[in-house]
């Protein structure tokens, strides 16, 4: 073994410059959750639900150190857990088939594939759940089982989700006593009970943005509001362009190594050869791949990345059934894909060609202090936060908060944060002509295509923009106000 | 390498460079937080494209015995319940 331990070093080492390289400093909403994780990191405030405990714990503290806060966040939590999956992919696939070559040309593989990539370069919590995830399968295949626990527990602490794959790894492997007992208490403690954290964040008093206070309704209300919209409500006329776009992205991520892949896959089921380590796999890709299938939000194509590692090591064992010619092929396919992904799919282009990130931040900056920002929930609310809570002093109006029952303890934050004197019965649009009649500055941050700009147009008969607008969002002009009603 | 396989893997090289620029755009430009819908048209014979290729495996896998034309009516027959326990399900979009 010690003599590969070079082979590996040089795996990591090309990996984590190649990523390296391919990063823009900044950050930017290709992953449109960066700003929750961001203003998680500066102060203590639940995230998006299911909370992420563990990802943002490590934000704070990466936020001790010197520097810029994103910088730091996506180059220890997204760039490193990337390079070790990979590393960890080459290690998986040396055990599994005894073979550098075919561990080298599939650890290529996954660092050339799309998706995988641009995961690799943003500030999202995926990385690092996946390092986890990955580094759990190799442990499993080493039979070292409170190791695998222990890697599950740590990527369920930083995204729910693994829970999921957990429930199907014990399923495809068949040995439920082995998982009982010492092993289910040791993944509970290490990826259950992290979420005490956010429990502990609703009773404490921090920003009530997307959790409330402490109580059993707030609870329901944020574990559910996210979820219960979304996932599996794809509706079946919108399957099958979902279906184009999932098998599109396997062919932009994997090229030629889907021969292999489907080889293997093929070879397997019509043997009646399938072993739990490959069993093991196959629930992985195909739960994460369904999850994308089904889901009405379509930027969930980034959970497409919980697949990849499972899929190399599936290409892996197919290339060690079949002839050299088959592995120089997916060899020179990895190449290319890396070359193109590297130049057309890294941070540098996409921060380019998409500035939202950057203009947003630089808008909100350069208003006066004091100056209410209305906008919506998601990506621009918690970027508003970041910049809040980087000493801005701006006022946050998130839409439709003030304008829903989940949603109480906003209102009240507001009012004591802000000494805003709001009325309980007040919605946004009274609230708005409130500030603006007390000689406010209101300004309204989002896209063009939003519910708030549609109600006030539909519900409220506005034909002119009654408040000032962010300007650069998109890096675009803003459109004129009266050609939505048209 | 048999021929089978070169064509398979011909065939992939010709997609991937086909599908990679508007699934790099797809990548870049996907939007935030919006439901993506798209062309009901397309949608419409994907969708029975899909029925109207697995009905029929289906359709033998359950009634094995059964002559040919049956296909046709399970076919209907599973494009109809779809649409009525999809129409209580979730709003159908058009």
């Known amino acids: ?486 | 390498m048999n021929k089978k396989y070169l064509i398979a893997y011909g065939v992939l090289a010709v997609l991937v460079a086909l599908v990679y620029n508007s699934t790099r755009n797809f990548i870049v430009y996907s939007p935030l937080g919006k439901i993506h819908i798209s062309n009901v048209t397309v949608n419409y014979i994907l969708m029975y494209m899909i029925v109207g290729a697995l009905s029929p495996q289906l359709a033998w896998r359950l009634f094995p015995k059964a002559p040919k034309w049956v296909a046709m009516p399970f076919t209907i027959g599973v494009t109809l319940t779809l649409l009525m326990l999809l129409s209580f399900w979730y709003p159908l979009r058009w």
Request: glycine share 6%; hydrophobic share 50%.
């Open chain 1, 1 to 486: 073994m010690k003599k590969y331990i070079p082979l590996a070093v040089f795996v990591f080492s090309l990996t984590f410059l190649t990523i390296l390289c391919a990063k823009e400093w900044t950050w930017i909403f290709t992953s449109s959750d960066s700003g929750d994780w961001l203003a998680s990191a500066v102060t203590w405030m639940a995230p998006q639900p299911f909370g992420s405990p563990l990802y943002i714990l490590l934000g704070r503290f990466v936020n001790l150190l010197p520097g810029n806060l994103a910088l730091n966040m996506t180059l220890l939590l997204s760039v490193l857990p990337s390079a070790i999956t990979v590393l960890l992919v080459y290690l998986i696939i040396k055990r599994l088939t005894d073979k550098i070559s075919i561990a080298l040309v599939c650890s290529l593989t996954l660092l050339g594939s799309a998706v995988f990539l641009s995961q690799s370069t943003v500030l999202e919590e995926y990385a690092i759940t996946i390092m986890f995830l990955t580094g759990a399968y190799y442990a499993y295949i080493k039979n070292w089982r409170y190791r695998t626990v222990l890697l599950l527990g740590l990527g369920t602490a930083v995204h729910m989700f693994v829970a999921l794959i957990a429930v199907f790894w014990i399923l495809a492997d068949r040995r439920w006593k082995l998982w009982l007992g010492k092993p289910l208490l040791a993944y509970i403690m290490t990826g259950i009970v992290p979420y005490c954290l956010i429990l502990i964040l609703m009773a404490c008093d921090t920003p009530r943005l997307i959790a409330g206070g402490l109580n059993l309704k707030s609870i329901m209300d944020y574990t559910t509001t996210t979820a219960k919209g979304i996932v599996g409500n794809l509706s079946i006329f919108e399957a099958p362009a979902r279906l184009l776009i999932l098998g599109k992205l396997t062919l932009v991520c994997f090229g030629l190594a889907l021969v292999p892949l489907v080889y293997y896959i093929r070879d397997t089921l019509t043997h009646k050869s399938l072993t739990k380590q490959t069993a093991v796999l196959l629930a992985t890709a195909i739960l994460c791949l369904w999850y994308f299938a089904t889901n009405m939000d379509v930027l969930s194509w980034t959970w497409a990345a919980f697949a990849s590692p499972s899929i190399i090591v599936l290409v892996g064992l197919g290339l060690a059934k079949l002839s050299r010619w088959h592995l120089s092929l997916v060899c020179c396919s990895a190449l290319t894909l890396l070359a193109i992904n590297s130049i057309f799919l890294n941070a540098n282009t996409l921060t380019q060609e998409n500035p939202k990130a950057m203009a947003y931040y630089n808008e909100l900056n350069g208003l006066p202090d004091g100056t209410v920002i209305v906008t919506e929930r998601g990506e621009y609310s918690m970027g508003l936060f970041y910049v809040i809570n980087n000493g801005k002093n701006l006022i946050p109006l998130v839409y439709p908060y003030l304008d829903e029952s989940n949603f109480e303890d906003y209102r009240g934050w507001l009012n004591e944060k802000y000494q805003l004197g709001i009325d309980t019965d007040w919605d946004t649009l009274t609230l708005i002509a409130y500030l603006k009649s007390e000689g406010k500055d209101v300004y309204y941050a989002y896209e063009g295509n939003s519910r708030f700009r549609r109600c006030l147009i539909l519900e409220e008969g506005f034909t002119e923009d009654p408040i000032k607008r962010i300007n650069s969002l998109s890096g675009l002009p803003p459109e004129p106000f009266i050609e939505e009603v048209e």
